[in-house]
């Protein structure tokens, strides 16, 4: 392998642990793995480190070793990261932070390990031997951990990432499909972009439909009722918020708190509409759910 292809391989970026949700699962599955790997391979003759015979303080001590490294990397990621480390990754700042966080690791157990277990720091060399040797017991750890924490972080993002493409896709095909309002005879009389829809108003036997079209804005006074075009309009976005009005969720401008409940300026329009209190709570879900999702 050429050295252009491996400094280009080096400056990839590397999208993982850019969030706190992300550093949140990383640390929480590290630490799961690393309890349950030491308990029940114990490695290294771990468990003859700090030999003790009852099986509760066993578990207790070998999980200590694991707590101590899910410390380290709280304040590595939490901490230390965003005062010195990069705040997105490359893969070869990633290889260096990962190895900066194996040394501060194998510092901290082989410190409490002297300390607290030997009682005893005699010499400084002896310390760094210490240290040198637990870099290898937690580096062989470290690797088994990222090779199966890391992988299924980045699948669980290139998941995420096709859900919100299919969405955006679906999205999109809703937002330009045509809706087609019928009248009270099942007649085709008006296809509108399903952005495009405004509001429908309910007018005695007849419903007002606003829309765009272009830059202007228009009106149909269609022969129906507001009931029966709610059986074939209503969706995720179409929503009936009063019994005299249908709305498009996509074009909605402001939502005002008032003393009897909620008003709606769609954009557009100038027109003010009411929030009835038997549609009040759908429309709080629909509002919730997608400030959610955005």
């Not at 114990?42 to 509760?56: A, D, G, R, T, Y």
């Not at 990962?98 to 400084?124: D, K």
């Not at 008003?263 to 629909?286: A, G, Q, W």
């Amino acid at each position: 392998m050429s050295g252009v292809k491996i400094s280009s391989m080096l400056s990839r970026p590397v999208s993982i642990l850019e969030t706190p949700r992300e550093k949140w699962v990383f640390i929480i599955l590290s630490g799961l793995f690393s309890i349950f790997f030491i308990n029940v391979f114990v490695p290294f003759n771990i468990n003859l480190w700090w030999p003790v015979s009852q099986p509760w303080l066993r578990l207790l001590v070998l999980s200590g070793y694991a707590i101590l490294g899910i410390g380290v990397l709280l304040i590595s990621q939490f901490f230390l990261r965003p005062w010195f480390g990069p705040s997105h990754y490359r893969l070869w700042s990633f290889l260096l932070w990962a190895l900066f966080e194996l040394v501060l690791i194998s510092i901290v157990i082989s410190v409490v390990y002297e300390v607290f277990i030997r009682n005893r720091i005699q010499y400084f060399s002896d310390f760094i031997l210490d240290v040198l040797l637990t870099i290898r017991y937690v580096g062989l750890v470290m690797c088994v951990l990222y090779c199966i924490v890391i992988p299924i972080m980045i699948s669980r993002r290139q998941v995420a990432r096709v859900t919100a493409l299919q969405k955006s896709l679906f999205q999109h095909e809703q937002d330009t499909r045509l809706l087609t309002i019928h009248d009270e005879n099942g007649k085709p009389v008006l296809s509108v972009p399903g952005n495009n829809l405004i509001y429908v108003k309910s007018e005695d036997n007849y419903v007002s439909v606003i829309y765009r079209a272009g830059d202007k804005i228009k009106k149909a006074l269609i022969r129906s009722t507001l009931k029966k075009l709610e059986n074939y309009l209503a969706s995720d976005q179409i929503i009936r918020i009063h019994r005299s009005f249908m709305i498009n969720m996509q074009n909605i401008g402001e939502v005002k708190r008032i003393s009897r409940g909620f008003m709606i300026k769609m954009k557009h329009v100038d027109e003010n509409i009411p929030v009835s209190p038997n549609y009040r709570k759908c429309l709080e879900e629909k509002i919730a759910f997608k400030a959610t999702v955005s």
